[in-house]
């Protein structure tokens, strides 16, 4: 399953969780109206039990029974919408509900700073922006979880125990295991489980608080107090055991939903890391660890289906993880279960040894200027597979990427009040003379002072590669959306000034910052960013524009930016017989040489497309990018930039590998 279908998949799955909802929610009501019957007296009131449950029955106490149905679903219904409300703001409200404490990339902690760092090569990897990190201090157990409605808001946490028990390679393929679930949409689904089924699980938590509250009522020996008594017991056993029909079904629809996904995320973190002992050996140390992955200073009732292993003891038939043997099983067919109690007693003595100084990445090499050739190897078809599914080739050369920069860029690009100064130098241009103009522009809008800063981050960017600008500005990302709406709003102002200030907007630049709009608009927004509808037969112009726009900025001449224009249509053409009539019919303009200024409103309409035809639009790109027989480094980065604006998150394109001497 590639990454468009996967997110079809979440897609059905949301559909699939609102009908279990459904059917959960009027077990509930069944539940409450025969309770309500009951403590109501509207049992037996015909002086027959036999006939109390009779069709006479239930006409002569209809009132009843509406009023109650109504009030139990209003109930559930704001319940949930109260939760999904207070999950707006994204992934790191879960974090911090659970007690997360931010990771900030300037730690001092080397294990601290050995997660922040996994975390970064990863998400460079993946092609999305760097997650915010966070640790459950308060957990002893192994552990970890992402949370977020998109790529833009999501957040990794991990326990301490994690920390302190996982190798590099360990917690690698456990980080591995939660991007996926990032990159494959089971994030957003993991978050609409929490608000939808919180509404199903709050009659409960009322339950057993109304049970408590009476051990302060029984101090008094009153009758009356005595009736009281009794009676918030009965309505506190209401509530209770209609509130479990919902954990009951709650439980069913988390482990429906999550089971299979774990396996797919443990292979995927196999493909990343292209090992399987690092994921491997993080589940072998949960089974043999005293405290394996239970959190014990956490609720685990609401996110128990987000977590890397089962946060609770919970029944087979509830359980949202598969059993620990068998993910161990299907990584390591040689795992036998007397492997966890040899390993429990190496552990204590390998620990102090694993964890006294940071280890490199297994063959990690050094940056060198030579890793990226001129000409990139790509296909339509090996780019859309890469599409949300990086593997081992992404992640090394995630690393040198990141080993390339200077270690005071990188520290820029952490610090709050340096991100926006590297932000902005990654738009100043390499004349000299529209660079000064900038430069002025910028000192104006952020102070005097601001232009010989920027200039000093624009001196060490522009000695990187092309290829490091999009990886720099996901590091950077995660500190500047901290920054005030209004710092953000004269950011992105001061974007469009200097790229417009010589009156030619170059393509990449464009996307650069719409890339950065793009994030930022997400982070803000994170629970509105769906997925679209729309088909590409019904969008003409904002296709054509984008493909003369690709077209014209990877080829030299008109005639050749033409042909490789007709090529991509063609593409599309023969991916859907619809698409195809309607290029037949000429409602597919002709190749005209564009500007970039209008590749905004264009992506943002192609965004809407759905996920399938969103594969069939960037296998279409990448044939009027290889029309030449060939793709620049500024083509690859172009492509990746152009993807991520439509939220199909691109890997770093991997070099081709080296000839033999032979």
């Known amino acids: 399953m590639d990454f468009f279908e996967h997110q079809d998949a979440a897609r059905r799955n949301t559909r699939y969780l609102v009908s279990l909802f459904v059917l959960a929610t009027i077990a509930i009501v069944v539940v409450v109206d025969i309770a309500a019957g009951i403590v109501f007296g509207a049992v037996g009131t015909d002086g027959s039990g036999a006939a109390a449950f009779s069709g006479a029955w239930f006409a002569q106490n209809a009132g009843l029974f509406t009023g109650v149905s109504i009030g139990t679903v209003s109930f559930i219904g704001l319940s949930s919408a109260y939760r999904i409300a207070s999950?707006?703001?994204?992934?790191?409200?879960?974090?911090?509900?659970?007690?997360?404490?931010?990771?900030?990339?300037?730690?001092?902690?080397?294990?601290?700073?050995?997660?922040?760092?996994?975390?970064?090569?990863i998400a460079i990897a993946s092609g999305v922006p760097v997650p915010e990190v966070y640790i459950l201090e308060q957990e002893a157990g192994i552990n970890a979880f992402a949370a977020g409605f998109n790529t833009s808001d999501a957040v990794v946490a991990v326990t301490r125990g994690t920390l302190e028990t996982l190798s590099r390679a360990e917690l690698q393929g456990v980080i591995a295991h939660e991007f996926s679930h990032i990159l494959n949409g089971d994030m957003r689904l993991n978050m609409r489980l929490i608000g939808v089924l919180f509404g199903i699980l709050a009659l409960a938590m009322i339950g057993r608080t109304v049970l408590r509250s009476t051990r302060y009522v029984r101090s008094s020996r009153s009758e009356k107090s005595g009736s009281a008594v009794a009676a918030i017991v009965v309505m506190g056993l209401v509530l209770l055991v209609a509130g479990y029909v919902g954990v009951f079904f709650g439980r069913v629809i988390k482990a429906a939903v999550s089971r299979q996904r774990e396996y797919l995320a443990d292979a995927s973190a196999v493909q990343f890391t292209r090992q399987t002992d690092g994921i491997a050996g993080a589940l072998k140390k949960i089974a043999a660890t005293s405290q394996g992955s239970l959190l014990r200073e956490t609720e685990t009732e609401e996110v128990a289906h987000m977590l890397f292993a089962t946060g609770a003891k919970f029944a087979s038939l509830w359980a949202t993880h598969p059993p620990l043997a068998e993910r161990i099983r299907a990584l390591d067919p040689s795992f036998k279960s007397e492997d966890i109690e040899r390993l429990a007693a190496e552990m204590y003595a390998q620990r102090a040894r694993e964890f006294t100084e940071e280890k490199p990445l297994k063959d990690e090499k050094p940056a060198q200027r030579g890793w990226f050739p001129g000409m990139i190897a790509v296909t339509p078809e090996a780019i859309t597979g890469s599409i949300g599914n990086p593997g081992f080739e992404h992640i090394m050369q995630a690393a040198v990427l990141h080993a390339a920069f200077p270690a005071e860029l990188l520290a820029g690009a952490h610090n709050p009040g340096q991100a926006v100064l590297l932000t902005v130098a990654l738009l100043l241009d390499k004349d000299d003379k529209v660079r000064t103009r900038q430069l002025t522009i910028i000192d104006s809008r952020l102070g005097e002072g601001a232009s010989e800063i920027a200039a000093q981050w624009f001196s060490q960017v522009r000695k990187l590669g092309f290829e490091h600008r999009l990886p720099l500005l996901e590091i950077v990302f995660p500190v500047l959306k901290q920054r005030p709406i209004a710092d953000i709003q004269t950011v992105l102002k001061l974007c469009e000034e200097l790229m417009q200030i010589d009156g030619v907007v170059d393509t990449f630049e464009f996307t650069l910052t719409g890339v950065l709009k793009m994030h930022l608009r997400d982070a803000q927004s994170p629970s509105a960013a769906g997925r679209g509808k729309a088909r590409i037969a019904k969008l003409h112009k904002p296709i054509s524009f984008l493909f003369a726009a690709v077209a014209g900025n990877g080829h030299t001449s008109e005639g050749d930016a033409r042909e490789a224009y007709v090529r991509g249509i063609r593409r599309l053409a023969d991916a859907d017989p619809a698409i195809e009539g309607e290029l037949d019919a000429g409602r597919f303009p002709a190749y005209s040489p564009s500007a970039a200024g209008g590749l905004e409103e264009a992506l943002l309409a192609l965004d809407q497309l759905t996920m399938q035809d969103k594969a069939v639009l960037v296998q279409a790109l990448v044939e009027t990018i290889v029309h030449d027989g060939q793709t620049t480094v500024g083509e690859a980065e172009l492509l990746r930039a152009i993807c991520a604006m439509i939220h199909c998150p691109l890997p770093p394109l991997a070099p081709p590998a080296t000839p033999s001497s032979d």
């Open 87 to 121: 999950l707006s703001g994204g992934g790191n409200t879960v974090a911090r509900k659970l007690g997360g404490v931010q990771v900030t990339p300037d730690t001092q902690d080397p294990l601290r700073r050995r997660l922040h760092n996994v975390v970064e090569e």
